[in-house]
């Protein structure tokens, strides 16, 4: 099975209007969950810190997913194969791979959890949801998830590096 028959087959059954409702919710605004997150800061120092890490984490996650995206230009999968729709308009973003979506959520998500597990597994269940959004809505192969999931990872260990680097400064 394809990329994009996996595609075609989340969007056949999810074709009711509320299954359109849901994946043009998780695919587009469910990310904006995290915000509340930012509240946490009051909590401890330890999620201050956490919520800080998650903030540059996102920063550095959408700027090395966009150039990413820019570089490599892969087609979205609407543009590309017949009987997926783009049930969300497209971002601005140049590309496909990685997903930007998902490069800040799971970056969002892996910062969280390094303070909190309960806090991270729900982090985390946002940024899977977000994931899952984006290719239900035609914007993203799963390849795409998984590099944006990759470049998550990578953002937030570059900025735990830098945050234990000016520690000893």
């Known amino acids: ?11 056949q059954s999810l074709s009711s209007s509320n299954g359109r409702m849901l994946i043009g919710f998780a695919a587009r605004w469910l990310i904006y969950l995290f915000i509340p997150f930012i509240f946490l ?8 810190d956490a919520v800080y890490g998650a903030a540059w984490t996102a920063l550095l996650a959408l700027m090395l ?6 570089i490599i230009g892969r087609v979205r999968p609407y543009l590309e194969s017949k009987g997926i ?4 308009p497209p971002n601005a973003q140049a590309g496909s791979f990685p997903s930007s979506h998902t490069a800040v959520a799971v970056g969002i998500a892996i910062a969280l959890s390094s303070a909190n597990v309960p806090i991270g597994v729900a982090a985390f269940l946002v940024a899977f949801l977000v994931a899952f959004g984006r290719v239900a809505a035609g914007m993203h192969y799963v390849t795409d998830i998984v590099g944006g999931a990759v470049v998550g990872v ?15 400064v």
């Open 41 to 48: 800061v009051r909590k401890s120092t330890q999620l201050r």
């Open 1 to 11: 099975m394809s990329e994009a028959d996996i595609i075609i087959k989340i969007q």
């Open 85 to 88: 729709e783009a049930i969300v």
């Open 65 to 70: 997913s966009t150039a990413l995206a820019s």
């Open 154 to 168: 990578l953002a937030f260990i570059i900025v735990k590096l830098v945050q234990e680097g000016l520690g000893k």
